[in-house]
């Protein structure tokens, strides 16, 4: 890649670590791929091999408008058409907590990808605890902005929750970084962050 | 459109496969001569890599896009090919072939055979879309095309698409196949095979020997309407006709034409009969039945000599192709590590969608294309 290329900063500290954790000349499927900001990051920066998955039809178009490939689909099916180990990285940003099968979907994605990366939102940042205990209401904040009747979200996990799920899957977290807003947060990271981004192995 | 800025275009023809040197059919069958018609459009650049061959449907013809000169009747696929549109002109040369079989310009049944002088009629060899595919090959060699940029179609188009990306992986750099499958189902055979018995049971068919005296067009219009049935949708007919009369206001309590639906029907069974030879019908529908990628076997299997990259487009509202098997498609390709992408795009047109203009597709065309410029170009290098 040449190095004088212009390039815009990342504007996302979770795509940043992402970015960072994928090798250069990488093989990746992002899983729930959205319009494919990820993706093209990762393209650009890293010179990766990237395809999507992507349930929401503009959003495709999107996508391929950005020179991607991509397949119209939803993630819990979407695995299973791939040969064992065929991506570097498998990405799961933003998206497990969406599907209906999150164990399957994890331990698929461990099998057609050499490693995972998973970002997934923390439901117990203090925040979040602090309307639970004070208010009594389920928390709305604003990186959980949705109320019980509209929410996308169908599982509901911490850091510490997720830490659990791998060791009792026999999941190796190669790295965990947690965040918060733009900051990287070192102390505490089930209280005082909102998102938890993982490197996997198995 | 005022005439200057009109573009128009000829029917060009190409003959091969000259006797002794004749093309050996899947039957195992000869057939030569070999007369193809073709169309093209925009200009073949200086190291020939822009090249995308379209693929026409059952009822298609070489004529897809502008216009020729002194008729009004514009290409079937205007809203696709031109400048500026999804194929832009502007960039890539165009190529569209009539298939073998047909009765527009290419080789078929109607056509005279040389050894009698008479019309092939039912001595015209069975046809198969891999002979079709064959005979767009010497097309290709005889534009001195190394490699197409695309080749994409529609319906039966997209099944030739497919044809030739396992057929001619070092010819195609990328597929796009739009509201098509791999094989024929069921289904699909028992619609078409009621379409033929219509025309087989015209009294006027007469063997398939009815050239110069009357044709068996009831037959062959009741084939094309029993096919404009599964083009469409619930909700297009819906929209489009609803329950409306024509031309009454009450119901006729006869059997004269009383809804709307009845008379597009009948009008597009009879106008079809203008244009078409019936024979032609039986061949082509019976190719689009004996195709099978897989031929028995695993479709993973069948894609294995691929190496093109792919855009699998179908519809929502298609019934007739439904999107699950351009799923089970996708799936066989994923599972030979090619490049694929894949949508459904949201349509009540039904099969139709991929003639109508659908914006979505134009969309994903131009921009799938686009990128495949610049993999063949980094390919190239």
């Given amino acids: 890649m040449p190095e004088n290329k212009n390039k815009t900063q990342i504007s996302r500290l979770d795509h940043k670590l992402i970015v960072d954790f994928v090798d250069l000349n ?27 998955i992507e349930i929401d039809e503009k959003a495709i178009y999107k996508c391929v408008a950005n020179g991607l490939t991509v397949s119209h689909g939803d993630i819990d099916s979407g695995l299973m058409d791939f040969s064992n180990k065929r ?20 331990l698929e994605a461990l099998r057609v990808g050499k490693k995972v990366i998973v970002g997934i939102p923390n439901f117990c940042h203090s925040r979040a ?27 509901f996990l911490s850091l510490k929750d997720f830490r659990c799920f791998c060791r009792e899957n026999g999941i190796t977290i190669l790295k965990e970084i947690g965040i918060m807003g733009m900051k990287k947060v070192f102390f505490w990271p089930n209280l005082f962050s909102n998102v938890g981004i993982y490197l996997l192995e198995k | 459109m005022t005439e200057q800025n009109i573009d128009y275009f000829e029917t060009q023809y190409i003959t091969f496969c000259e006797p002794p040197d004749e093309l050996v059919l899947k039957s195992g069958e000869k057939l030569g001569p070999i007369t193809l018609a073709y169309e093209t459009y925009g200009k073949l650049n200086k190291d020939k890599s822009n090249a995308i061959m379209i693929y026409h449907a059952l009822s298609g013809d070489a004529h897809a896009a502008g216009y020729h000169k ?9 809203n696709m090919i031109g400048p500026g549109k999804a194929f832009d002109t502007d960039k890539y040369f165009v ?18 055979n040389p050894k009698t002088n008479q019309p092939y009629g039912l001595s015209f060899p069975v046809v198969t879309i891999e ?17 197409l940029l695309c080749g994409a179609g529609g319906s039966m188009g997209g099944s030739q698409a497919l044809r030739w990306a396992v057929e001619y992986p070092d010819y195609i750099h990328s597929v796009i196949s739009i509201a098509t499958n791999t094989r024929h189902s069921a289904q699909q055979i028992a619609l078409q095979e009621v379409a033929r018995q219509a025309i ?66 009948k009008y597009r069974g009879d106008s079809f009969v203008q244009r078409f030879d019936a024979n032609s019908y039986l061949y082509i529908s019976k190719a689009l039945d004996y195709f099978d990628l897989a031929e028995d076997g695993k479709l993973k299997d069948a894609f294995a000599p691929a190496k093109a990259h792919f855009l699998i487009v179908s519809f929502s509202s298609d019934w007739l192709y439904p999107s699950h098997q351009s799923k089970s498609m996708v799936k066989a390709l994923k599972a030979n590590d090619l490049d694929v992408s894949d949508i459904e795009i949201s349509s009540t ?10 914006e979505g597709l134009s969309e994903i065309i131009r921009h799938f294309l686009t990128r495949m410029s610049k993999t063949y170009a980094h390919a190239r290098k």
């Fill in chain 1, 87 to 106: 991506f570097d990285y498998v990405i799961l940003n933003e998206s497990l907590q969406q599907v209906l099968n999150p164990r399957r979907v994890i």
């Fill in chain 2, 131 to 147: 002979d079709m595919v064959a005979a767009q090959k010497y097309l290709l060699d005889h534009l001195g095309i190394k490699k």
């Fill in chain 2, 95 to 112: 190529i569209c072939s009539n298939i073998l079989g047909s009765c527009m310009g290419t080789t078929g049944p109607s056509s005279i």
């Fill in chain 2, 349 to 358: 047109y039904g099969h139709d969608a991929f003639l109508v203009g659908v």
């Fill in chain 2, 70 to 78: 002194g008729t009004k009747k514009p290409g079937w696929w205007i």
């Fill in chain 1, 129 to 155: 605890r602090f309307q639970l205990f004070f208010m009594g209401r389920v928390p709305v904040t604003k990186e959980l902005p949705y109320q019980w009747y509209d929410t996308p979200n169908l599982r």
């Fill in chain 2, 200 to 265: 087989m049971s015209d009294p006027d068919w007469q063997e398939g020997n009815y050239y110069g005296k009357s044709i068996p067009a009831r037959g062959l219009a009741l084939a094309r309407m029993i096919g404009h049935i599964t083009y469409m949708s619930e909700t297009s007919m819906e929209e489009k006709f609803g329950r409306k009369l024509i031309s009454k206001e009450r119901l006729g309590y006869d059997f004269s034409t009383d809804f709307e639906v009845e008379s597009y029907l």
């Fill in chain 1, 26 to 52: 990488s093989k990746v499927l992002d899983l729930g791929c959205g319009d494919g900001t990820l993706l093209s990051l990762l393209i650009d920066r890293k010179n990766c091999h990237g395809t999507g």
